[in-house]
Structure formats: C-alpha cells, structure tokens
C-alpha cells in the first residue's frame, strides 16, 4: 500500500471521527445545563473511546477537530472551550494507554475482565481527567461561581461515564458482528426482545400511562428483558438493549416522565445516571460471564475431543502391536518349537538309544508340548485371529467357550443377527470390553450363570453381559480408581457410545455396551 494511500485513509478516518463526535454531541447537548454544555449524558466519550481502540489512539487529532467544532457550534467563551477540548481529548487516550498496558482489552467484551477495565480504567478513571480539566476551565473563565465546583464537576464527570458506558459497548460489539444465517426461531426471538424493550420503555419511561402518572418500581421492569438481551445475545445484545433503554429513561425524564421525574431536576438526573451506570454494568457483565462459560465449555469440549481422538490413536497402536507381536510369536517362535518337537520325536524313535536318555527325550518332548500350548495361548490372548478372520461373533462365541472352560461358569450367547456390519474398531472395542467385563466376573461375581447378547438394533450394536452374582456395589461404580469400568466407556468415547452398568445386590451386573453404526444396509439374518 502506497504511502497516499495511507495517509488519504487516515484522513478520511480521521474526518469521520470528528463528523460522528459533533453528531453525537448534537444529540447530548439537548439535556445540558443552561449556558455550559454539561450534560448527564455525554455520547461523544463512548464515540472517541470506541474509535481510538478499534483503530489507534493515533486518531485523536478527530476527537480534537469534533470538539472544537461543538464549542464552536454552541458560542462557548474561548478559555474555557479550550480547557474542554484537552479535557475530552486527553481522556481517550489516557482510557485507550490504560486498558492496552494494563489488561490487555479485548473490543468484544467477551471478558469480565474486559467490562471491568472498560468500567473502572476506561469510564471511571480517565474520566477524571476531562472532568477536572473542564469544570476547571468553566469554572475559571466563566460565570459559574466556586462554590458549585462539587455539583459540577460530579455531574460532567458521570455523563462521560454514562456515555463510555452506554455507547462503547454497542460500538465496539457490534463491530466484530458478521453476517450469518439466522434461524427462524432465532430471528422471532429478537424480535420479540425488541418488542419487549420498546413496550417497557415506552411505559416505564414515557408517561404511557397517562399524564404525570409515576412508579418507582416501573424501572425494574427492564431487569428480565435485560438478562434475556445478555444470556441469549451475549455483550451485542445486552449493549443495544442498554442504549435503546438509556434513551427511553433519558429524554422521558427530561419530559417530565416516568420515575425519575418530579422533584429536584439536578437530584433526578444524579439518580437517572446513577440507574443507568448499575443497569449498564450488570447487563454487561451477566454477559461477559456468559459468554466466559460458553467460551470454557468449549474450550472443554474441544479438550475432550482431542483426548478422544488419541484415545483412539493410542488403542489403534496398541491392537497393531499386539497383533504383530502375536503374529511374531505364533510364527517365529511356533515354528522353532515345533521343529524342536519334530526333531525330539525322531531322536526318540531311535533304538539305539538307551532307556534313560528316552525318558529324557520324552521329558523334553513334554515341555516343548507345554511351550508350544503357552505361546498358542499368549499369541490369541494378545490378538485373537478369529477375531480378525471370522468377525466379532465368532470371536464373542470362542471367547464364551474358552472362559467356560478356564472358570466353570455356564455361558449363554445369544446373537442376532448373525452377520452384523460392524467395522474392525468398534470390533475391536466390544470384544475388548467384553474381555474386561469376563475378568470381573471371574475375579469378583462369584457367578454360576453368564448370559452375553450381541444385537443388532436401529444402527447401534448392543452388547450385554449379564451375570448372577453378587452384584457389583455402588461404590466401587462411583470409584475413579476403577481402572477397568473407566477403561470401558473410554473404548466407546470415540463414537459417543456409552456403557450402562446395572447391578443388584445378590442379583448380578448386567453391562450393556451400545455404539452407534456408521450408516449401512440394515444387517441380513
């Protein structure tokens, strides 16, 4: 980008500022004090704050140009428009230098720590600044006498505060909107938040009710559409919610309408700012903390996903090497038994031999028969191939079988249908979940009966293992050190399946497995 360029945008930036600054002063001015321009709302802070940190604190030379051109507008004596334009000019920046070093401010608002910065460093504190260094310029060259120094002073300082508070927000928020496909439901909804306001507003703020009728307990009712804005729309929706409010409550008690009217004006006005301050802050940061939780639960919910999938990783791993150890075992070290069995065989069969050496032999054969069954049996433990060549039935019935035999206890199995679509995965993982929940009924159940079912039903494959024992207890459910029932529903966290346990003292325990199918034909009989 060309050096006119840039300086052409910072020019036309600069120019738009100091054209929305005297507009927005333009709608302030209304509410001033008589002969100053003090007033309890000034919409120009919110204005320049919003500019200076959505593009630079090097634009404040639009912040100087628009307040001159509102002194200027309004007849203000020189001095004491000089001491205002400093005073608001400084106060951005001082805000803007403040939230960047201090807490490092993010324009969404989607922080608490953000509503709080904009609260106290943006509008409490810089404010001080604009309100010092202009009430003493009025004071010091104008007609307004000393005394008033106080009242003055505390009334232009809070209508820079009003004005950080109600307008940043919706500027700074409503910049980082984009446009996106709203739902019907969506799109109703905001409607009917806006229809909300409007009615509320118009009738706690702007003698709806009738000429001079008042309530003091009218202007609670913005409360719930309040939290409605911040817990369904977040900081944008609580924001504008804020400022269509704040322009209700302010120019229906400038009328002479709604609670805040009758009595003292400057006592009313110091109460209308002081309601507005505490509903800005609330809505806000209902907000903030909303979208905080929404921000965690995402953050949460993306932790578990990346936990999920190495998960899946780290079980994928292991079965490939299981099977490849398994496959080395029955293969290499299978063979070499065998062979030494084929060759103790022949030796044996040797007449020359003597008795004693036979019963060596013999003896020798014997162990190698024991090798050969302890490698088979540590080969299929740690990947049984009918697992892999005949599917997740077939292994589930040679599992039954083998545990039947190993313990005693009677083994039902029931599967429908017998071919079931399934991929290796979630074999893989039904098989190993059935595998641990054997072991504790071997260990634990004192059973004499086991029932397994493997079904088929509406793209879920369900397994049970049922037993008649004693039940497992509710504690040891509960228990986290349960490395067996956690490492059950971890296998089926990858598919957002679930492991359901249900038990009966001296009844049994009964665990059902359920994972859902990726779409298929339905399974043939």
């Given amino acids: ?53 959505l593009f630079g604190a090097k634009l404040w030379p639009g912040v100087a140009i628009g307040q001159i051109a509102v002194v200027a507008f309004e007849g203000e004596p020189l001095l004491s428009s000089i001491g205002v334009v400093v005073g608001n000019t400084v106060q951005p920046i001082v805000a803007v230098y403040l939230l960047e070093r201090l807490i490092g401010f993010r324009a969404q608002l989607d922080r608490l720590k953000d509503l709080f910065g904009l609260a106290a460093l943006a509008a409490a504190a810089s404010s001080v600044v604009s309100a010092t260094i202009g009430v003493t310029a009025i004071i010091g060259f104008g007609p307004i006498p000393v005394a008033e120094y106080g009242s ?15 307008v940043a927000p919706v500027l700074l928020t409503w910049s980082y909107v984009r446009p996106r496909s709203w739902r019907l439901a969506q799109v109703a909804e905001a409607g009917a938040l806006l229809t909300g306001l409007l009615l509320v507003g118009a009738v706690a703020f702007s003698g709806w009710l009738g000429p001079g009728s008042r309530s003091d307990a009218l202007e609670f009712a913005v409360f719930p ?92 791993i292991r079965e490939e090497e299981r099977k490849r150890i398994a496959r080395e075992i029955h293969d290499q070290l299978g063979q070499v038994l065998t062979v030494l069995k084929v ?100 260990r634990h159940a004192n059973a004499s009966k086991l029932t397994i079912r493997l079904h088929w039903i509406d793209g879920h494959v369900r397994l049970q293992v049922k037993d008649n024992g004693c039940g497992i207890s509710r504690e040891k459910l509960s228990d986290p050190k349960a490395s067996g029932l956690v490492g059950m529903r971890e296998r089926v966290l990858p598919w957002n399946g679930d492991v359901l346990i249900h038990a009966v003292p001296d009844q049994g325990t009964e665990v059902t497995v359920v994972i859902p199918l990726d779409p298929s034909p339905a399974p043939r009989a």
């Avoid at 006119?4 to 002063?25: D, K, M, P, Q, W």
């Avoid at 029931?414 to 595998?435: G, N, V």
Wanted: net charge neutral; charged share 20%; aromatic share 8%.
């Fill in 343 to 442: 060759d103790l065989s022949l030796l044996g069969q040797r007449r020359a031999q003597g008795r004693e050496l036979r019963q060596r032999l013999e003896s020798m054969s014997e162990l190698v028969d024991a090798g050969i069954e302890t490698v088979r049996r540590i080969s299929t433990e740690l990947r049984p191939r009918v697992l892999d060549d005949l599917g997740l039935a077939a292994a589930i019935e040679w599992q039954a079988e083998e545990f039947e035999k190993r313990t005693g206890i009677r083994c039902e199995v029931e599967i429908k249908p017998r071919r079931i679509a399934i991929d290796p995965e979630r074999s893989t993982a039904c098989f190993r979940i059935l595998q641990e929940a054997l072991t504790n009924v071997a």
């Fill in 1 to 53: 980008m060309s050096l006119s360029r840039i300086n052409l945008r910072y020019f036309f930036l600069v120019l738009g500022l100091a054209v929305t600054y005297f507009l927005a002063a333009q709608i302030g001015l209304p509410f001033a004090f008589p002969g100053e321009n003090i007033t309890p709302v000034w919409p120009p802070a919110g204005v320049a704050l919003a500019a200076l940190l």
């Fill in 225 to 316: 559409l309040l939290i409605w804005a911040a817990l369904r729309f977040g900081s944008t929706g609580a924001s504008g919610a804020i400022l269509l409010l704040s322009g209700f409550a302010i120019s229906g008690t400038v009328s002479g309408f709604g609670p805040f009217a009758g009595g003292d004006p400057q006592t009313n006005l110091m109460l209308l700012q002081a309601f507005i301050a505490v509903v800005a802050i609330t809505a806000l940061a209902l907000a903030a903390i909303t979208s905080e939780r929404r921000s965690a639960l995402d953050d949460l919910e993306a932790s578990r996903q990346r936990l999920r999938h190495l998960s899946l990783r780290l079980q994928s």
């Fill in 152 to 166: 003055i002073w505390l009334v232009y300082w809070l209508g820079d505060v009003l004005g950080i508070l109600i």
